[in-house]
Each structure stands twice: as C-alpha cells, then as structure tokens.
C-alpha cells in the first residue's frame, strides 16, 4: 500500500461519444489539500461524479486507499471514508440542523442499526460541538429550509465533517457566497485540512489564492499541469485555456 | 463541554416528561372511544354506526401505513389494496376453514374435492394471524426491493404500483376455483371459537380489538418517525441521491417502511373484512387503493393524527353523502382531491398548524406568530417595523 | 401452426396499435412535464362519446354522408379533447408544477369528475355551469381589473362563489321545472352506449382462413398517420422544436427565450387531443361506458415505463411489445411451439386467458425492468440530478 490516498489512472468517461474526462491521471497524498480549477467544461464535476461513483469510468480506474472504486455504489463509496458536498448546498431542508448532522454522524449506517440505535451521548456532544463550529447554534432547531444560502454551505460543510471522512471533496464551496463568509468557509477548510486529505473544486481565484497549496488544472477531461498557485499562474498553457489569448493576459 | 452535556440531559428529560404527557392523552382517547362511544351511540339510537366506526378505524390503520410511505418518506404507493386485501383473505379463509375438516362450500361448487396446498396452513390461528402481516410484508418487500434497487421512483414507483395491483385484481378475480373469484370469501356466516363473526358478540370484540390495534399502530408508526430512521425517512423524501452521498443506502430503508407499511395494511384488511362480513377483489380496484392516499392528503400528510382524522371524517362524509346523493359523491370526491391537493397541500392538520393557528391568534387577539431567525427577532429595526405594520 | 401464429402477431399488432394511439399523448406530455395524467382514459372516453354525439348528428343527414362521419368525429374528438385539456392544464396542472405525485393525486380527482360528469350530464346541468361561469369568471376579470385588487381578490372570492353557484342553480333548477324532462334527462346515462362503424369499416378482407376486419385496419392506419404527425410536427415545425428543446432542458429552454408555459399548454393540449383520437378509434372496437377509459390507463402507463421518456420510437416499441405479448399470451398462441416442453406449455395454459395474461406481462416488465430500469429508450448524457 502507498500512502496515497487516492490515485486515477486513465480515467476515461464518454457520455456517447463525448469525452468529459480523457485518459485522465491524477495522484494525491494522505493529508493534502489540493485545489483543481478548470474553465467550464473541463470535467471538474464529472472527475467528482466519479469519484462518488455517482458516473461510471468507461475505462480507467480509480483507487482509493488502494481499492479500486469501480462498480461501488455512492453509499459503499461513502462508507469507505468519502464525502462529498454538492456545488448547489444540499441539505435536508425539512430536517432542522441539529437533525441533518445527526444523521450523518451515526455511525452505523445500515436499516437495523439506524432501526434500533438511539444517538449516544458522544455523537450529541459531536453535533453539538460541530453546530458550534460552523456557527449554527442559535439555528440548530428550525427548519433548515429557513437557512441562508451561506448557512446552507456551511452546514453541508458541517454534514461532510460530521461523516468525518477521511478524504473530502468539496465543489465550489464559495459560490454565492459574501467576501466575509468566503474568508470564514477558506478558515474552515483550512483547519478540517489539518487533520483531513481534500480536494477543492473551485472558479474563486481570491479563494484558491488563499487555501491553495497544490493546484490541479483540468482542461478538455485531462490535467493540464500541475504545482503550486504561483507555477500555475504563469504557466502559459493555463493563461492560455482560461484567457483564450496569450497577449490579453494581464487584462 | 460539561454544560453542552448538562443541556442534553435536561432536554432528555423533557422530552419523557412529554412523552408521558403525549401516552397518557392517547390512552384516554382510545379508551372514550373504546367504551364511550359505543355507549353514546346506543343512546342517540344509532348502534349501526358502531361497526361503521369500527370499520372505519380499520382504514386508519391502513391510513397509518399511507401516511409512513407517502407522507414521510414520499413515496406515492396506488398498490395498498393488495396488501389489505391479503390481509382480508387470509382471515376470511382460516374463518372459512373454522368447522374442521369441513370443505368451503364454494369449493365444491366448483368441484375442487380437496383444499389447495397452500390454503393447508389457515387452519391454525396462530399462523393465520403471522400471515395476515406477513404476506403483504413480503410481497411489499419483494416488488419494493426489485424496483427501489434499479432506483426506479416517483410516478414510475406509483404506476408501477398500480399496475401490480390490477395485476392481483385479475389473478383474484380470475381464480374461482382457488379463492372463488369475484365472489370472493364471505365471514358472516362463518364461525369463530364456535360463535357466528356476523354475531353482535364477535363484533363488539373485534370493535374492540380495532381500537386497541389501531392504538398499537399508531405507537408503532410514533416510534419509528421519531426516532432517527423518521429523520432519514424525511431526508429520503428531501433528496433521495444526498442520502446516498451520506452513506445510506436509501433501499433497505424503503423496502423497509414498504414492508411495514403493507403490513398495517394487511392488519386492517383482516379487521375491515370481518366487520364487514365479506373480502372480494373489489377492495383491489383502482380507487380504493387511491382513495387511502386521499384520507391521509385530507388529514395531513407526515402528521400522524392527521391520518387517523382524515380516514375517520372522509370515510364518514362519504357514507353520508352517497347514501343522500349517490349522484354528487363522485363530484365530492373528485373535488376533495382536487382541492386539497391545490389549495391545502398540508391537509387539515398542516393548515391547523400555520394559517390555523394564526387565525386562531388573531380571533384571541395575540400577534400573528413570525417564523423567523432568531437573531432577526433580536433586531430592534425589525421589531419596530414590525410594531408599525400592525398598527 | 405457422398461420396461427401470423394471425396472433396481426392481433397482437392491432391491440398494440390500440395501445400506442393510447399511450401516445401520455408518453409525449409525461416526457415533457414529467406529469401522469391519471385523466388520460377519461379523455379518451370523452373522445368516444364525442364520436358518439357525431354519429347521431349524421345519422339524421341520410345515407351518404353517414359513411364519412368517422372522418368529422375524428376532428371533433381531437378538438374537444384538447381544449378540455387545456382547461386542465392551465386549471390545475400548471400550479402543481414540480410535484408529479400530486398531479397524479388532482388528476386522479378530474377524471372521478369526468366519469360522473358523462353519466349525469343533462340539459340543466350545461346551462347551470355555463351560468355559473360566466358569473364567476367574469366577475372575477372585472374585478381583477380594479385598482386596488390585492386587496379584495380573496373577499371577491368569498362573496363570488356562492353567489353565482347559487345563481347557476336556481335558474338550473327554474329550466327544469319549466321543460321538465327534457331537460333533466341526462343525456346519456350510465349505460353504455354504442357508435355503429359506418359500412364500409363493418366488413374485412380475408386472408386465407383469417378474417382481416378492416376497422383493425383502420385504427392501424390512423396510429400510422397519428406517429407520423406528431413525428413532422415534433421535428420540422418551430413549435415541435420548442417542444423537444423543453424536454431536454426546461431551464436552459426557459432562459433562451422559450415560452415554456406555452409549450407546457400546448403540449398538453396535443397530448389530450391524441386521448380524444384514441378514444374515437376505441369506440369502433366496443360499446362506449363512462368507465371506458379504465380499461386501458394501466396498460398505457406500462407503455410509458416500458418506452422510456424522450423518443417516440420507445413508446411504439414497448405498445407494440406489450400488445403481442398480452395477445400471444392471452390465446395461448406460443404454446404449440413449446409441445416440446409439457411443464412450460402447462404454465402457459394456465396464463392463457386475458386477466391471466396481464398477469404473466407485468411479470415480464418488472423482470425488463430489472435491466433496463429506464426502458427501452432512456434520455441518455449526462443529466442533471434531479
């Protein structure tokens, strides 16, 4: 075993005929905080998708941990230590926060369990700890559908931590976001990354520029390049697919 | 840490003291209806509506099971005659079989000379009381497993649904020499621990029996929405492909709440059938099975009550209506589903909920109640707005 | 053994063709709203009566015309299916919009309205709603042209209602006191009616020892011609394009421009305008009941599982599919090709009638379903998580 977390190996996915992800290969270590951007298209979602195993890979294949994700379905895949949070917030909106976090913090996730099993007394302290965090204390008992769109991310984000996953993917989770609430969502992942491995998929450059260690670029269903926020950036390929022309750059 | 723990137990014991406060009013319902109004109806010189309240509760029971798979968890079943008609069969048949050794007479009308295999085991009570839950939990765990698994749901889960029950139909109706087809199975003249069913002695015991079964379901359906397979039971009906992303299988969970929900069924189609004194494929046609969805739609949907109350009133207008106007039944009926569908999506008890209640305030002269955040009803701006907007 | 299973192909071909005229505006409104218009059978029933109201309309115009009455029914049927289909929608489907279950639950509502509408419906009862219209909604168009009508619309619904329901009853009431049963008489009853095939459909071709009726013909033909529209429309004009570019994307369609309501209406009224058709051909086949459009709202459903949403071709696939298999299976025409196998052919004689047969196909499609849990022809790409 290495001590990647995750590796993709000629990860292909066509939707009759057309190639969202193309001969796609891409590694991560246990612990890292990785950004990928890509302009529209580039297949961020669908890499995702596949990941989740939400998308089938048409050929290739993804290892996580060392074992093969192929023909898991999402929960198995969940269970294995992956969580995801959606580009639009997905919550329970008629469940309150309290209940949403609850339900993804049981840990005994099959009918009977769930059935029979009552929430112990360390998973109340876990919610209530975790409502705390993402500053949802004073909320945690009305429905979630009344929330704001950043309290809705923020408690999907809470959702993912409840899981407490060993590998996170997180789609554009600034999206709509005020500049004050980004800065707080780039401080919270910053922090889960401490004793996370994430991935982050996102178009905010101010908000890469902050989290940013390693940067991915997609492109056409295929990394581009690879390296730091500052190697990327000057990177003439990347100005290229993101610019259209070289010459308007620094425009 | 040591007050978020403290402020755990203190609301635990709240919510008991609730609890108790919550079991202690049901008793005391089921208990007035149980023996007051058996009593009261005796009085008023309408005993016949005795058994109509008997029956009626039966369909509460089936309500209850409507209410877990549509109201909570959103999936729209248009199949639940089956299961309470497997149910009204299954007892119909151990009660056909009672005089032992004795052939249904409808079996020799069709030169059937000896009793079908699978028919052998309705001679024992014990085990026709397991099949009548039984059975239509199977069968509902079956094609709710073979159609959950290939993720099919929403109207494709309902027509499907419907389908298999024209399918049961046809198979009931057709079938005269195994469960005498259209006829179907008669308990009146049958005889139960030596009494006739039809016997106002047999009756008042299954009348009973009724209130209390229906006391139990309601407990049972209090318990499993309450606790944090009713929360997941909600987040499947909010987004079924979240659930997943959480790492739960949403399919053992609605197979799960089918199965169960059939199982009521099945529970009151066997009540249903002997106060009724008869169980035939037409409790299988298309509208039954829709109306029960109606009873729940009228009472509330996800409210538990709100089924009870929807079966019983709904049942009862429709006795009422089509024995004065068979004519306008139909229209009635065809309306109700029309408007409360359209203009009270939350039935009575969600409108008692939101509009009621603030009419109600507003008839007591208190403020209209504000959903809100709470940091917003802090807000002094807002308080003063709100001051001048009420005048 | 080889002519008898030709003739149980032609039958099973022309109780497709019955199925897939039925199934066809389902399929098209269900692929585009996502809705189960639990009513469809009822339009199509009120399509049969329509041909019926024709037939009689002709028969007192003589023997010539008589003929080429089917031809004016066809019309009529499609016209008063679609503009009762456009009430519905714009009065109940488009403000349930996103909630297919409660359209079905509204839709189920309708068509209890409409099976009871065709039994009583008499001379009193037109007058009376028509009244009651006119009342109501032109009171209500008045008022939502005054200044301040936010303010009064609820009370002006409150006070309207009753007002001219009460107005619609009386003179309701004042028209049958005055021609008594002439005009309570409802006009068709409960009873089943029956439209007479004009004689020139009454005969049939004979193909050997099989009698080809030409009426099976006739409903071939014009589920030919029903596909064949619908395929020029939804592919060469402006609004079939609009109709499949609403389909794919609503919210994409919606943004460019689209006027989805519109296509929503339209597509709808097409929809129920194909049930009146289905309705016309089905009442060439058997008396004409309020409850016919029971009969065939399952197996049109089916229809719709089985095809898949998105393309016409899945829908004549699956209608013609499940028409042969209930057929072949119903008669029992498969099994002299199974006297090889007793247990097998045992089976099928137990299945070999038509409640059975259903019984045995709605095995087969949940067992297809198993593989192909879209159907035959899923919406493929990528979607949208919905």
Same mark, same amino acid.
């Given at each position: 075993m290495s001590d990647k977390i995750l590796e993709i190996e000629n990860l292909t996915v066509s939707f009759e005929g057309f190639k969202a992800l193309n001969q796609l290969n891409f590694n991560m270590d246990t612990g890292e905080l990785r950004v990928?951007?890509? &302009?529209?298209?580039?297949?961020?979602?669908?890499?995702?998708?596949?990941?989740?195993?939400?998308?089938?890979?048409?050929?290739?294949? =993804?290892?996580?941990?060392?074992?093969?994700?192929?023909?898991?379905?999402?929960?198995?895949?969940?269970?294995?230590?992956?969580?995801?949070?959606?580009?639009? &917030?997905?919550?329970?909106?008629?469940?309150? &926060?309290?209940?949403?976090?609850?339900?993804?913090?049981?840990?005994?996730?099959?009918?009977? =369990?769930?059935?029979?099993?009552? &929430?112990?007394? =360390?998973?109340?302290?876990?919610?209530?700890?975790?409502?705390?965090?993402?500053?949802?204390?004073t909320k945690a008992d009305i429905p979630a559908a009344l929330l704001s769109h950043g309290e809705k991310q923020r408690l999907e984000i809470g959702m993912l931590v409840a899981q407490s996953p060993d590998l996170l993917l997180v789609d554009e989770p600034v999206a709509g976001l005020t500049d004050e609430e980004t800065e707080n969502v780039g401080n919270l992942l910053l922090t889960l990354a401490e004793s996370h491995s994430i991935i982050v998929i996102e178009h905010d450059m101010e908000f890469v520029r902050q989290i940013a260690r390693q940067v991915t670029v997609l492109h056409q269903g295929s990394v581009l390049c690879e390296g730091s926020m500052d190697e990327v950036q000057n990177n003439p390929q990347v100005i290229e697919v993101y610019l259209g022309q070289p010459e308007e750059g620094d425009g | 840490m040591i007050t978020d723990y403290s402020a755990v137990k203190s609301s635990s014991t709240m919510r008991r003291r609730s609890l108790l406060i919550e079991g202690a009013i049901v008793v005391a319902i089921a208990l007035l209806i149980l023996f007051g109004a058996p009593i009261l109806l005796t009085a008023i010189g309408q005993e016949f509506r005795i058994n109509m309240l008997g029956r009626f509760m039966t369909l509460a029971i089936a309500a209850l099971g409507v209410d877990l798979i549509w109201g909570y968890t959103g999936m729209l079943s248009l199949g639940h005659g089956i299961f309470f008609s497997l149910g009204g069969y299954a007892l119909a048949m151990f009660l056909q079989l009672q005089p032992e050794g004795e052939l249904p007479e409808f079996f020799t009308l069709y030169g059937v000379t000896e009793l079908p295999w699978f028919w052998q085991p309705f001679h024992s009570l014990p085990f026709t009381l397991a099949a009548l839950?039984?059975?239509?939990?199977?069968?509902?765990?079956?094609?709710?497993y073979l159609v959950f698994r290939n993720r099919i749901r929403g109207v494709y889960f309902s027509i499907l649904t419907q389908a298999s029950l024209i399918v049961f139909f046809n198979f009931f109706n057709s079938q005269q020499k195994l469960i005498n087809g259209t006829n179907g199975l008669k308990t009146d003249t049958t005889k139960i621990f030596g009494v006739y069913a039809g016997s106002d002695q047999v009756q008042s015991v299954f009348y009973a029996l009724t209130v209390i079964l229906l006391l139990l379901a309601y407990m049972l359906c209090r318990w499993l929405t309450s606790g944090r397979i009713g929360k997941l039971l909600v987040a499947i009906r909010d987004d079924e492909s979240r659930?997943?992303?959480?790492?739960?299988?949403?399919?053992?969970?609605?197979?799960?709440?089918?199965?169960?929900?059939?199982?009521?069924?099945?529970?009151?189609?066997?009540?249903?059938?002997?106060?009724?004194?008869?169980?035939?494929?037409?409790?299988?046609?298309?509208?039954?099975?829709i109306e029960m969805v109606i009873w729940v739609a009228v009472g509330g949907r996800a409210s538990l009550v709100g089924a009870i109350l929807g079966a019983l009133t709904v049942n009862f207008a429709k006795s009422i209506l089509s024995e004065q106007f068979p004519e306008i039944w139909l229209f009635f009926q065809g309306a109700l589903f029309l408007v409360v569908v359209t203009v009270l999506p939350g039935g009575f008890v969600g409108w008692l909920r939101t509009e009621g209640q603030d009419l109600f305030r507003s008839l007591i002269g208190r403020p209209r109640r504000v959903m809100t955040y709470p940091s917003l009803a802090e807000d002094p701006e807002v308080e003063y707005e709100r001051q001048n907007l009420r005048n | 053994m080889l002519t008898s299973l030709l003739d149980g192909l032609f039958d099973g071909i022309s109780i497709g063709s019955v199925l897939l005229l039925a199934a066809l505006g389902l399929a098209i409104v269900f692929g585009l709203m996502g809705v189960i218009n639990m009513a469809h059978g009822e339009l199509m029933m009120i399509g049969a009566y329509t041909t019926f109201v024709v037939q009689n309309a002709f028969k007192s115009f003589g023997k010539p015309w008589f003929g080429a009455y089917i031809f004016v029914a066809l019309i009529c049927a499609f016209l008063v299916t679609a503009l009762l289909g456009l009430v519905l929608e714009r009065g109940v489907i488009r403000h349930l919009y996103g909630r297919p279950l409660e359209t079905l639950l509204a839709t189920w509502g309708v068509s209890l309205i409409l099976r009871q509408f065709v039994r009583s419906v008499s001379w009193v009862m037109v007058l009376g709603l028509g009244v009651f219209c006119v009342l109501y909604f032109g009171a209500m168009t008045i008022i939502s042209r005054m200044p301040n009508v936010e303010k009064i619309r609820g009370w002006a619904r409150i006070v309207l209602l009753p007002l001219s329901a009460g107005i619609a009853w009386a003179a309701g009431s004042m028209l049958g006191q005055t021609y008594q049963l002439a005009a309570t008489k409802p006009w068709f009853g409960a009873q089943n009616v029956?439209?007479?095939?004009?004689?020139?459909?009454?005969?049939?071709?004979?193909l050997g020892t099989y009698q080809l009726p030409y009426v099976r013909l006739f409903i071939l033909v014009l589920t030919i011609v029903c596909i064949i529209g619908m395929y020029m429309f939804l592919q060469r004009s402006a609004w079939g394009l609009r109709i499949r570019a609403v389909t794919q994307n609503r919210s994409m369609s919606a943004c460019l421009g689209i006027p989805t309501k519109r296509v929503d209406a339209l597509t709808f009224a097409i929809g129920?305008?194909?049930?009146?058709?289905?309705?016309?051909?089905?009442?060439?086949?058997?008396?004409?009941?309020?409850?016919?459009?029971?009969?065939?709202?399952?197996?049109?459903?089916?229809?719709?599982?089985?095809?898949?949403?998105?393309?016409?071709?899945?829908?004549?696939? %699956?209608?013609?599919?499940?028409?042969? %298999?209930?057929?072949?299976?119903?008669?029992?025409?498969?099994?002299?090709?199974?006297?090889?196998?007793?247990?097998?052919?045992?089976?099928?004689?137990?299945?070999?009638?038509?409640?059975?047969?259903?019984?045995?196909?709605?095995?087969?499609?949940?067992?297809?379903?198993?593989?192909?849990?879209?159907?035959?022809?899923?919406?493929?790409?990528?979607?949208?998580? %919905?």
């Open positions: 990928i951007i890509g &302009p529209n298209g580039a297949g961020k979602t669908t890499f995702l998708d596949v990941i989740t195993g939400k998308v089938q890979p048409t050929t290739g294949r =993804a290892l996580f941990k060392g074992k093969n994700l192929r023909s898991r379905s999402e929960h198995h895949i969940s269970r294995l230590g992956i969580g995801r949070k959606f580009q639009t &917030p997905r919550v329970y909106l008629q469940l309150t &926060p309290r209940e949403n976090l609850d339900l993804s913090c049981n840990r005994h996730k099959n009918v009977v =369990a769930t059935l029979l099993g009552r &929430p112990s007394k =360390a998973e109340h302290r876990t919610v209530a700890g975790l409502l705390e965090t993402i500053g949802l204390t | 839950v039984c059975i239509p939990a199977l069968i509902a765990a079956l094609l709710g659930v997943r992303f959480s790492g739960y299988d949403p399919t053992g969970f609605k197979v799960l709440v089918f199965a169960v929900s059939a199982g009521l069924a099945g529970i009151a189609g066997a009540l249903y059938t002997v106060q009724s004194g008869i169980i035939s494929p037409k409790t299988m046609d298309i509208a039954f099975s | 029956d439209v007479t095939a004009p004689g020139w459909l009454r005969k049939g071709i004979k129920s305008g194909l049930a009146g058709v289905a309705g016309c051909a089905v009442s060439l086949l058997g008396s004409v009941g309020p409850n016919t459009g029971q009969n065939y709202i399952v197996d049109t459903f089916m229809v719709v599982v089985v095809g898949g949403v998105g393309k016409l071709v899945g829908s004549i696939v %699956a209608a013609m599919a499940i028409g042969i %298999a209930n057929y072949m299976i119903g008669a029992n025409a498969l099994s002299p090709l199974v006297s090889w196998f007793p247990q097998l052919a045992g089976i099928l004689e137990f299945f070999a009638n038509a409640s059975m047969a259903k019984v045995l196909v709605f095995a087969l499609i949940v067992t297809f379903l198993q593989f192909r849990p879209a159907g035959i022809f899923p919406q493929k790409g990528r979607m949208v998580d %919905a």
